[in-house]
Nanobody, 110 residues
Framework: VQLQASGGGLVQAGGSLRLACVVS????????YAWYRQAPGRQRELVAG???????NYLDSVKGRFTISKDNAQNSVLWQMNDLKPEDQALYFC?????WGRGTQVTVSS
């Protein structure tokens, strides 16, 4: 299995970004996936997960602003981030079991 994340960038506070994690080696609908983030000097933290059945869970601080979903047609896991805050700035990673994608940087200017 390989994961390829993309979509990071620079955005003003209050703006939106969408990250995509393209999955190869497995049909995305069959797996449980997660997005993590790591800010400088901080530990990597779980931000959201989605099960093979589509059940989702979120870190409290992103509930109502961020959405994790699967795009079966693109075999991808999507991460829609709205109303971004400076504290959301981090390197974002997608994860499937022991496999990690390369991080994609999200920078939020205040």
């Amino acid at each position: 299995v390989q994961l390829q994340a993309s979509g990071g960038g620079l955005v003003q506070a209050g703006g939106s970004l969408r990250l995509a994690c393209v999955v190869s080696g497995i049909t995305v609908s069959r797996g449980t996936y997660a997005w993590y983030r790591q800010a400088p000097g901080r530990q990597r933290e779980l931000v959201a997960g989605i099960t093979h059945g589509g059940i989702t869970n979120y870190l409290d601080s992103v509930k109502g602003r961020f959405t994790i979903s699967k795009d079966n047609a693109q075999n991808s896991v999507l991460w829609q981030m709205n109303d971004l805050k400076p504290e959301d700035q981090a390197l974002y990673f997608c994860q499937y079991r022991s496999t990690w994608g390369r991080g994609t940087q999200v920078t939020v200017s205040s």
